[in-house]
Nanobody, 127 residues
Framework: QVQLVESGGGLVQAGGSLRLSCAAS????????MGWFRQAPGKEREFVAA????????NYADSVKGRFTISRDSAKNTFYLQMNSLKSEDTAVYYC????????????????????WGQGTQVTVSS
């Protein structure tokens, strides 16, 4: 039984940076995948970035490669999404997610892999 809470969203100018956090409540557990997804108005929820808990495997959507970085702090049971060089196209509600069962790295982009989801945090990038 885990709850995820996102924070760090807000309004930022194009070219700026923002860091999102996802804090997991309850007991520490072994995670096989941690991910970030986003949903823009009128669009389906889409994959942004994911990593294994060990950090051995990472994956990013093509649209954010080189600009976004996913990381984690095991001691704080928290993972992050550092977003740099933000564009107006990045405007969306961002959701964090965690998987507690084994998952293939090739499947990290799939919504169905994840067992727990945060409520979402709004990121708005002005031009």
């Amino acid at each position: 039984q885990v709850q995820l809470v996102e924070s760090g969203g807000g309004l930022v100018q194009a070219g700026g940076s923002l860091r999102l956090s996802c804090a997991a409540s309850g007991r520490t557990f072994s995670r096989y995948a941690m991910g970030w997804f986003r949903q823009a108005p009128g669009k389906e929820r889409e994959f942004v970035a994911a990593t294994s808990w060990s950090g051995d495997v990472t994956n990013y959507a093509d649209s954010v490669k080189g600009r976004f970085t996913i990381s984690r702090d095991s001691a704080k049971n928290t993972f992050y999404l550092q977003m740099n060089s933000l564009k107006s196209e990045d405007t969306a509600v961002y959701y964090c997610a965690a998987a507690i069962g084994p998952a293939r790295p090739a499947s990290y982009w799939r919504i169905g892999v994840y067992d727990y989801w945060g409520q979402g945090t709004q990121v708005t990038v002005s031009s």
